[in-house]
């Protein structure tokens, strides 16, 4: 249901072809709900079947006939009843954090280098998504409820990725001091052990 509901959403706020769909989900939703063109294409016949959307060919000079696909008053119903359900949590499934969950078990030096990988990874999503922000606070367009709602989105992963990194971070500062706390240790000399003397308890005569 949820691609369905990303797709409608999509094609309510303006008729658009399959093609221009991949292109939204590629530059918006992608970090809510990423698809492929095959799944895309799918899912637009079902909705067709469905009678959620309409398509209209468009003859093209050179080029197959485009398809825009159009919401339907029942399409619109559709995602009015979906919009009004209840927010509920999905099934969780991140191999990400099962990793982490078992770091223990990997080599330290790599599960250091592969959590440092993730850190840049997350920065440059982050970075890109607050860019994406910025060129659409610059160019509001006229769906100015729409666009608040898209923004919220957009800023709750930023916070989520923003947050992810100042944990890792702070894992693997507090790894590093631990780290050093036992080089310091294993470097200092032994200490040596005086030894006394045994105390005699006979009077001396």
Same mark, same amino acid.
């Given at each position: 249901?949820?691609? =369905?509901?990303?797709?409608?959403?999509?094609?309510?706020?303006? *008729?658009? @072809?399959?093609?221009?769909?991949?292109?939204?989900?590629?530059?918006?939703?992608?970090? /809510?709900?990423?698809?492929?063109? +095959? &799944? /895309?294409?799918? !899912?637009?016949?079902?909705?067709?079947?469905?009678?959620?959307?309409?398509?209209?060919?468009?003859? $093209?000079?050179? =080029? +197959?006939?485009? $398809? /825009?696909?159009?919401?339907?008053?029942?399409?619109? &119903?559709?995602?009015?009843?979906?919009?009004?359900? +209840?927010?509920?949590? #999905?099934?969780?499934?991140?191999?990400? %954090?099962?990793?982490?969950?078992?770091?223990?078990?990997?080599? *330290?030096?790599?599960?250091?280098?592969?959590?440092?990988?993730?850190?840049?990874?997350?920065? @440059?999503?982050?970075?890109?998504?607050?860019?994406?922000?910025?060129?659409?606070?610059?160019? +509001?367009?006229? =769906?100015?409820?729409?666009?608040?709602? $898209?923004?919220? #989105? %957009?800023?709750?992963?930023?916070?989520?990725?923003?947050?992810?990194?100042?944990?890792?971070?702070?894992?693997?500062?507090?790894?590093?001091?631990? #780290?050093?706390?036992?080089?310091?240790?294993?470097?200092?000399?032994?200490? =040596?052990?005086?030894?006394?003397? *045994?105390?005699?308890?006979?009077? #001396? !005569?």
């Amino acid at each position: 249901m949820s691609l =369905k509901f990303a797709l409608l959403g999509l094609i309510a706020l303006e *008729p658009i @072809s399959g093609y221009d769909i991949k292109r939204t989900v590629d530059s918006s939703i992608y970090f /809510i709900w990423n698809v492929t063109g +095959p &799944q /895309i294409y799918t !899912t637009l016949r079902s909705l067709r079947e469905d009678e959620l959307i309409k398509t209209k060919s468009i003859p $093209q000079q050179g =080029k +197959p006939d485009k $398809q /825009i696909h159009t919401i339907t008053a029942k399409g619109r &119903q559709a995602l009015l009843s979906m919009a009004n359900q +209840p927010l509920v949590a #999905s099934v969780t499934r991140n191999e990400i %954090l099962l990793r982490v969950f078992f770091g223990n078990f990997a080599d *330290p030096k790599t599960i250091d280098r592969e959590l440092k990988a993730y850190i840049e990874r997350l920065r @440059s999503e982050r970075l890109f998504m607050e860019a994406t922000e910025a060129r659409i606070l610059a160019h +509001p367009g006229t =769906k100015h409820e729409a666009r608040r709602f $898209q923004l919220l #989105s %957009l800023r709750l992963t930023v916070a989520n990725f923003r947050a992810t990194e100042r944990e890792l971070e702070k894992f693997l500062e507090e790894g590093e001091s631990a #780290s050093r706390k036992v080089a310091r240790e294993a470097s200092r000399p032994a200490r =040596k052990t005086r030894v006394k003397a *045994p105390v005699s308890n006979a009077r #001396s !005569t």
